[in-house]
Nanobody, 116 residues
């Protein structure tokens, strides 16, 4: 059974930083494209960043230059480093694992709130 467990969310002031982690189990982690998505109230879920099995990344327009994604295949974990946070980054952040069109798994989400 595949599980994706996010951690690291919380309340942070504008301009601050947070690092989210997503620990995966029940899958061959290194084979999957791992991604972070977010959903703010009243808005559609959107891609933040993704990283392929080969290390290539895909970045959502709203976070370019501020957020980075990395993965540690030995720890079955993907990270999202978020810097220069803005109030508009407030959302539930979800971890995602994809393997072509065959598999598509989601974590339960972690809340990130950017507010003074």
């Amino acid at each position: 059974q595949v599980q994706l467990v996010e951690s690291g969310g919380g309340l942070v002031q504008p301009g601050g930083s947070l690092r989210l982690s997503c620990a995966a189990s029940g899958m061959i982690f290194s084979m999957y494209t791992m991604g972070w998505y977010r959903q703010a109230p009243g808005k559609q879920r959107e891609l933040v960043l993704s990283i392929s099995s080969g290390g290539g990344t895909n970045t959502g327009d709203s976070v370019k230059g501020r957020f980075t994604i990395s993965r540690n295949n030995a720890k079955n974990t993907v990270y999202l480093q978020m810097n220069s946070l803005k109030p508009e980054d407030t959302a539930v952040y979800y971890c995602n694992a994809k393997y072509f069109s065959r598999d598509d798994y989601w974590g339960q989400g972690t809340q990130v709130t950017v507010s003074s």
